[in-house]
């Protein structure tokens, strides 16, 4: 079966299939503070280690989810000034 999600974690962690990938880090989410930990560990990924050792096969990037706040704050700000039939308009 295709993943359609570039997150790679959670079926590493999960499935038998890729048990040879695995590493404790996989399946987890972690802090900024938590993923430089990470990294010093294990090193930066990169696509070269990806394609020599088997077993880093899919220790090619750290995905990143960047969360503020500030944009959908914005947003109901604008919407409760001007109400949300107006914004539908635009």
Known sequence: MAET?????????TRPEHIAHRRDYHGHVFTLREIKEIVATFGMPDGRSARTEPSRRYGRFIEVQVWDERPIQNFLNVEMSIGPAALRKS
């Open 5 to 13: 999600d570039s997150m790679a974690s959670l079926p590493i962690a």
